[in-house]
C-alpha cells in the first residue's frame, strides 16, 4: 500500500468592483458559490491556472497579483493545495463573458455576504485574503486558518 502524501492543487483570484465588492460566481457542476478559478493542471503553475481559468471563465485577459493566500486543506481522496491570488479592481468598462458550460451567473457581493454564500472552509480562505490584501502580506493557511508557525 502506498502511503504517501498526495496534493492537488487548484488557484482562483479574488476581484473587486470600485464600491469594494467581492465576485463571486455560481458554477454549472456544484450547488455552492465560488471564487473564479480552478484546478492547475500538470504541468501548469498556479498562477498559469489562474490566469487560464480567468479568461476561461470570465473571458478575461489579466495577470494574477501577488499571491495573498496559500491553504493547504485536508481531502477524503487528495490533500489540496489551494491558491488566491489578487485579481484587481473590476470597472463596469471591464466586460465579463461568462462560460455557460462552467458557470450559470456571477454577482458582486460584500465581504459579508459572501461569508454567507460560500462553504465554510473556502469563506474562511477568503476572509483570510481580505487579512492579506490589507496587510500586503500573503497569508499560509492550514485548513482555511492562519498557522501559528507562518
Not at 473587486?16 to 457542476?29: N, Q, S, Y
Not at 498559469?48 to 495577470?63: D, S, T, V, Y
Not at 493545495?81 to 484587481?88: N, V
Amino acid at each position: 500500500m502506498d502511503h504517501r502524501s498526495r496534493a492537488i492543487s487548484a488557484a482562483g483570484a479574488l476581484f473587486f468592483d470600485t464600491a469594494g465588492r467581492i465576485l463571486l460566481v455560481e458554477p454549472t457542476c456544484k450547488p455552492n458559490w465560488d471564487i473564479p478559478g480552478g484546478m492547475v493542471e500538470k504541468g501548469e503553475t498556479p498562477s498559469e491556472a489562474c490566469r487560464r481559468e480567468i479568461a476561461e471563465e470570465l473571458g478575461l485577459h489579466r495577470e494574477p497579483g501577488r499571491l495573498l493566500v496559500a491553504d493547504w486543506a485536508p481531502h477524503r481522496d487528495d490533500d489540496r493545495i489551494l491558491f488566491i491570488f489578487e485579481g484587481g479592481t473590476l470597472t463596469t468598462s471591464d466586460e465579463i463573458r461568462l462560460q455557460a458550460s462552467e458557470l450559470k451567473s456571477c454577482e458582486w457581493v460584500t465581504p459579508a455576504e459572501a461569508a454567507r454564500r460560500l462553504i465554510p472552509r473556502l469563506a474562511r480562505r477568503v476572509a483570510e485574503a481580505l487579512l492579506a490584501v490589507e496587510s500586503g502580506e500573503t497569508r499560509y493557511l492550514e485548513h482555511g486558518v492562519s498557522s501559528p508557525n507562518k
